[in-house]
């Protein structure tokens, strides 16, 4: 059974995007939260600043790693998960969940272009584990 | 020492709480004590509180009170709670943690050396002086280059050095390039030292060897790099067979060639660094010249530069010669200073010492740092994975990719290893290696050392493959048990983490 | 084969395990062309007998404050260490142990940093101290940096010329190819900051503006100067300290809206060893913790009482490499435990009692300065002090420090040590009192101005 989600689609640096209307929540994936371990801080943008697709918004942190976060469409942050600042382990926890990151106002409209499916989603990791 | 399982304790558990807790002075101090009895006042005293009206400071709340006998027991207690070269092979990789002579520490705390300021006029302070300049000697005596600086204050600070140098010889000679090449297997200051002389960084890639590729690395150096930085032996403990064509392939585009000399120790009195073409190179004194890491630090980083560097070498530089030596500041191409004042002096006091103590037969160290190196991973093969099997000089770096098909991980054999009486080998690169075990047991450690270190790899092993559980759950039987740095960093980033403790002190009732 | 234990037997034995004929083999990589058969050119090895001969030799030939009276400062004091400091520095757990990164293994070592990190906290009235810096002046470079990452995309940094010029310098060469600006605002004749004058340099492309308190010339500066020039523009205000005891009697930087502090702590009973080593400090806001540069430590409570280990490490070079806060990697460890035993021993009461020393001894040479009636010398500026002064010289300064050399006196530093070629103030002379120094020493320092 896949473990993820088929409500959303899912980038090749391992975010997630579920849209309703125009706005679009992101988040990082369960095999994302697993490979960076123990996740201690999350930076996330101000509501208000604009990305491009594929642009880095934030940074995710474990204890000895940190990674960029880049943005599966392009748009403007309307919200930020505010309550990972005291709670980062529930990306962790619920990554498809309660540790969503931030919403988007999507400003194009492709929003779900280039991005996979969950199917394709997992054969993608299981492709990469391989490599 | 308490076990985290579940050994009884003859003690009864309130009093052992005593010897166990780790605590810090500020969570126990008692009010009105002081530690320091000053001669009683010999001038009229001043009124602060007059002479600074507004800007006065009545107390500094929160400070500690503890006489002489706390302040002797609570570090004495604290440093028990150390692992350390004096009782341990401490085979942390890169780190070079080899005997520290107690010479070197006796000469330092000269008055001579130690009570001398910084500014003390130039004909009061010639012996000061002549041990920059003979500590310089010595160093271009073992690296063949033009001159040596002495001011850097650790080795990244000396990258740092180099760097500047370098850019301002590029911005000399009309442009000041655009990027520093650095490979894949290097230390983090590498591309954070390039960073902060303001050129952008480009990644090589190794190859299979673990080594420069040299296709790469023709491709990248077009006339927009500044500099290539070259770790010798690299993090592998791999020396670069290629060095010569490497030199000579960045020389070509007008670039620079960096040595991190963090693995001097490897190669000091064998080869001299200037000799592969190097144009700088910085040395770890803490690492190859045995000036004691003392907890993190001090350093200290001396730069060797190529003739066509000296001119930016930073001021102020010692010159003269035995009728009297003198700092030198009129030096137009210089880049500045890097510090106040001329250096960790003091440590550079024990380098020299050392220096002296092996004088021309210090290739011994080489010799027998890389002889122990390789002992290990003859020891060691058979029972851990080594991604790159090149040969190794004064470190080898095995990996965990054997345990990890148990669950078992790096980070769970250098716990395990705690509870064996051993520090854990470095684990945090070369980011090549995943589950890197980074060994580097230098030429201090004597056969029954090794053979001992060898023998708790091994059980280790074998408990990865029996038992995994002790392994991933060590250390046992150290001051405290594995400790969760995830929570620490989740606590670490609220809001007001970081307060000294300002409950009130114990009082004994 | 000084420090190495096996034998020549032991050395050949492994060498067979290791399955090699001759060391040499082992180097088989090496290009040949560049592989010494030859020893280095070295002298032979020395024995401890003649390294304390060879090196006792050079000791002699300076002047330790030990054999004079010292008045030397500008950056760097005199102050008493304690005799079990030097002494429990030298357990083998402190002195041979290293970056404590296995935290289960390094609770002393942990424990230490986090008191130090405390101590610097309580002393400058902020939040968060990092595990030391080299020295001051990179302890400066480091806060400037700290503050421009802080402000986003603002390029000018503006500092009081008040500051100590070596500072200054290291500044310079740190942010040469930056593409930052360093401002620099002359000092009033009045030789304090001029807040007019700071506050006109400041604008919105300003990250930071930086004044020292005691600055270099003694005297005490109102950190409020710099925090309102720098927060009317939403830039941060960075507060140098080089005299460490100033902070017992003088307002803390953070409690005069000071956002990020930094120096040199080597006032804690850190021998001067010719300038090195040395421990630098920087703490700020909590705020800003996460753009700290170098180690810090943190602590976390469990069952068992306190535990320590480095923590935010995600900030530093070993894990974000170009991107990191600083590419600093060591602290001053052992340094740090140096200033924080010392710390420990002095405390509250030591602390402001030293400073009243300082004070009190300052204060008796500057009366007995504005008393000489030849009208060779002055007190150069009117403001408070707190150890260090600058003495106006009639006569050439080295003449000056001549005569007093001549009555087993260090009479002080001439700020023209302090920035060589630059041709300012070359006719004054930092004089800086510590606990150490007598009144009689004071007296004689008088008697010799009085024969001018």
Known sequence: MSSYPDDRFYSKSHEWVRVEGDIATIGITDHAQKELGDVVFVELPDAGEIFDEGQEFGTIESVKAVSELFLPVAGEIVESNKGLADEPGAVNEDPHGDGWLVKVKVTSDGAADGLMNAAAYEAFVEEEAKA | ??????????????????????????????????????????????????????????????????????????????????????????????????????????????????????????????????????????????????????????????????????????????????????????????????????????ELASNPRGTLDLGELEKKMTDEVAAVMITVPNTLGVFEENILEVTKIVHAKGG?????????????????????????????????????????????????????????????????????????????????????????????????????????????????????????????????????????????????????????????VAKRLMDYGFHPPTMSFPLIVPGALMIEPTESEPVEELDAFADAMIAIAKEAEESPELVTSAPHVTPVGRIDEALLAREASKPGSFAPVLRAPVRRS | MRYIPNSPAEQAALLREVGVAAVDDLFATVPREVFRKDPPPLAPPMSEIELRRALGAMAVKNAAATCFASFLGAGLYGHHSPAFVSQLLLRGEFLTSYTPYQPEVSQGTLTAIWEFQSHIALLTGLDVANASMYEGATAFVEAVLMAERLTKKRTKVVVSRTIHPEYLATLKTYLAYLGLEV??????????????????????????????????????????????????????????????????????????????????????????????????????????????????????????????????????????????????????????????????????????????????????????????????????????????????????????????????????????????????????????????????????????????
């Open chain 3, 183 to 452: 401002a620099e605002v002359a000092a009033g004749a009045d030789g304090v900051t001029s807040a007019a004058a700071l506050a006109a340099a400041v604008d919105e492309t300003t990250f930071a503006v930086a004044v020292q308190s005691p600055n270099v010339f003694g005297l005490v500066e109102d950190w409020t100067v710099a925090s309102e020039a720098a927060h009317a523009h939403g830039a941060l205000a960075i507060g140098v300290v080089n005299e460490a005891f100033s902070l017992a009697l003088l307002t803390p930087p953070g409690a005069a809206g000071i956002d990020i502090a930094c120096g040199e702590a080597a006032s804690f009973g850190v021998p001067a060893s010719f300038g090195g080593p040395l421990i630098g400090f920087l703490s700020c806001r909590d705020a800003f913790k996460r753009q700290i540069p170098g180690r810090l430590a943190g602590r976390l409570e469990t069952p068992d009482g306190p535990v320590f280990a480095l923590t935010l490490s995600t900030r530093e070079q070993h894990i974000r490499r170009e991107k990191a806060t600083s590419n600093i990697c060591s602290n001053q460890g052992l340094i740090a435990l140096m200033a924080t035993m010392t710390l420990t021993a002095l405390g509250k009461h030591g602390l402001r009692e030293t400073a009243l020393q300082c004070l009190s001894k300052s204060e008796y040479l500057k009366t007995g300065v504005k008393a000489l009636d030849n009208g060779k010398f002055a007190v150069a500026f009117p403001g408070a002090t707190f150890n260090e002064f600058a003495l106006r010289c009639g006569p050439p300064v080295a003449e000056v420090l001549a005569a007093l050399e001549k009555a087993q006196i260090l009479g002080g530093v001439p700020f023209a040590r302090l920035a060589p070629g630059a041709g300012e103030h070359e006719d004054l002379l930092l004089v800086a009192t510590t606990e150490r120094v007598r009144r009689e020493d004071l007296d004689r320092y008088l008697d010799v101005l009085k024969g001018f």
């Open chain 2, 1 to 202: 020492m308490s076990d985290h399982g579940n050994l009884t304790n003859p003690v009864p558990a309130a009093l052992a709480d005593r010897r166990r807790k780790s605590s810090s002075i500020f969570d126990a101090f008692r009010p009105g004590r002081k530690g320091v009895l000053l001669p009683a006042l010999d001038v009229p005293a001043a009124d602060p509180e007059a002479l600074f009206g507004a800007l006065h400071r009545a107390e500094v709340e929160g400070e500690v009170e503890a006489s002489e006998v706390d302040a002797i027991r609570h570090f004495t207690r604290l440093s028990q709670k150390n692992m350390s070269i004096d009782a341990n092979l401490y085979p942390l990789g890169s780190c070079t943690m080899k005997y520290n002579p107690r010479i070197n520490e006796e000469l330092a705390r000269l008055p001579g050396f130690a009570d001398v300021h910084p500014y003390t006029p130039e004909h009061l302070s010639q012996g000061a002086l002549e041990l920059l300049a003979r500590l310089e000697e010595a160093l271009v005596a073992l690296t063949g280059f033009a001159r040596v600086t002495l001011q850097p204050s650790a080795g990244a600070n000396g990258e740092l050095t180099a760097c500047l140098m370098i850019r301002a010889a590029h911005v000399k000679a009309g442009a000041p390039r655009k990027y520093v090449l650095v490979p894949d297997s290097a230390h983090g200051t590498n591309p954070a030292s390039a960073h902060f002389a303001g050129y952008a960084v480009q």
């Open chain 2, 256 to 412: 620079y060639v960096y040595l991190d000399g963090a693995n001097f120790n490897a190669f000091v009195g064998k080869v001299r660094p200037a000799d592969l073409g190097a144009d700088a190179m910085h040395m770890n004194l803490h690492k190859t010249f045995s000036t004691p890491h003392g907890g993190g630090g001090p350093g200290s980083g001396p730069v060797g530069v190529a003739p066509a560097l000296v001119p930016f070498l930073p001021v102020p530089t010692v010159e003269g010669a035995d009728d009297g030596w003198r700092l030198e500041f009129d030096r137009p191409d210089s880049i500045g200073r890097m510090r106040t004042f001329y250096g960790n002096y003091g440590v550079l006091v024990r380098a020299l010492t050392y220096i002296h103590s092996y004088g021309n037969e210090i290739a011994e160290v080489a010799e027998t740092s890389v002889l122990n190196a390789n002992y290990l991973r003859k020891k060691l093969a058979p029972f851990y994975h080594l991604k790159y099997d090149a040969p190794s000089y004064h470190e080898v770096v095995f990996d965990d990719k054997l345990q990890a098909a148990k669950g078992v991980h790096n980070i769970d």
